[in-house]
């Protein structure tokens, strides 16, 4: 191998170092975020940090020569900042490895959760098979720890052989604040103002609607789980890493945010019974505490479409598929 090829490899790699204790310096030290995740995950955070360390170099063998990486890119437009204005494709750097170690290591301690819950349900089944609860705590978990693998695996990997490069990261604080609102911290506010109404199980006192209530959650979180398996190494939020139309895309440009606000209606609809009771004030601000995390989803969605939209290949998909959430209707 040619010694420039060595020094290229060597000196991606070293970037790569960086950003990876940058990360777990991050998680492991913060406050709020040692507390925020348990000890089980930082253990499996540092399992992480290893494979990265192992792993990285045959990726950076596996790049074409002269590539532009990203924690290179990140790196160099930090040491330029003040001194001069940054290059595009290095403001794209910098803002990939924020959303990275941010919603990466999210994302792995939620498939360590998921996991436990799927073989403590599934066991649950085992001994007793029944639908309801153990069944039903088995899929909805199942569903939800297909949809973060999923985007485990979308933050983890990127190389332009997969096609999943990240070509654009979402450039406006509109954008970014309506996507961070979903997730811990910002979430935290959204909930102190609009108290979460929704039940991921909810009780109902006939049994027929609790049956019927708790397959239709099952079959939104089932499009939801569907729709993250269709972007699978694509998925992550915030960017843009080409147009996606399989799956559930093929008929709408959300699925998952309009599958994901179904199960929330449906699960809060005994909260909602509950508040009619006791007032119609109470009662409206249930309804609005859960259509305000609609409307923060819909936000969200309308924020991607404005970045996306800058492709014109994704001009082209909004007018093969014009329905944004419910097919031929909206």
Not at 70 to 92: I, M, P, Q, T
Not at 167 to 182: D, I, K, M, N, Y
Not at 191 to 220: K, M
Not at 285 to 298: E, I, P, Q, R
Request: charged content about 15%; some cysteine; glycine content about 4%.
């Amino acid at each position: 191998m040619a010694p420039a090829r060595v020094k290229e490899i060597a000196e991606n790699y070293l970037a790569a170092l960086g950003v990876v204790a940058l990360g777990y310096l991050l998680y492991a030290t913060q406050p709020y975020l040692v507390k925020l995740y348990t000890a089980a995950y930082h253990e499996w955070l540092l399992y992480i940090v290893w494979f990265y360390v192992l792993v990285l170099p045959f990726y950076y063998l596996s790049l074409p020569a002269n590539y532009p990486v990203k924690c290179r890119l990140f790196w160099r437009g930090l040491w330029n900042y003040r001194s001069r204005n940054l290059l595009d494709e290095e403001r794209v750097a910098i803002r990939t490895i924020v959303i990275k170690l941010f919603f990466l290591p999210m994302m792995l301690a939620w498939v360590v959760y998921h996991w436990h819950q799927v073989v403590s349900h599934g066991m649950d089944f085992l001994r007793q098979p029944a639908f309801l609860p153990s069944g039903y705590w088995f899929l909805f978990n199942l569903a939800f720890l297909v949809d973060v693998s999923c985007f485990l695996i979308g933050y983890a990997i990127e190389h332009p052989r997969l096609g999943n490069e990240i070509r654009s990261v979402e450039p406006t604080a509109a954008g970014w604040l309506a996507t961070l609102a979903c997730y811990p911290p910002l979430n935290e506010g959204m909930q102190r103002l609009f108290a979460w109404q929704s039940s991921d199980y909810p009780h109902f006192n006939n049994e027929a609607v609790q049956l019927f209530a708790c397959v239709a959650i099952l079959l939104a979180m089932g499009i939801y789980a569907w729709a993250s398996c269709a972007l699978f190494l694509k998925a992550s939020n915030l960017t843009h890493r080409g147009v996606v139309m399989r799956g559930p895309y093929r008929w709408v440009r959300h699925p998952a945010y309009a599958s994901k606000n179904v199960a929330w209606w449906l699960g809060s609809l005994p909260a909602l019974m509950f508040q009619w009771q006791v007032g119609f004030n109470a009662w409206v601000y249930a309804v609005m505490s859960v259509a305000a995390w609609s409307a923060l989803y819909y936000w969200r969605a309308i924020t991607e479409e404005r970045h996306l939209s800058r492709d014109p290949m994704y001009q082209d998909y909004c007018r093969r598929v014009p329905s944004k959430f419910i097919p031929g209707v909206w």
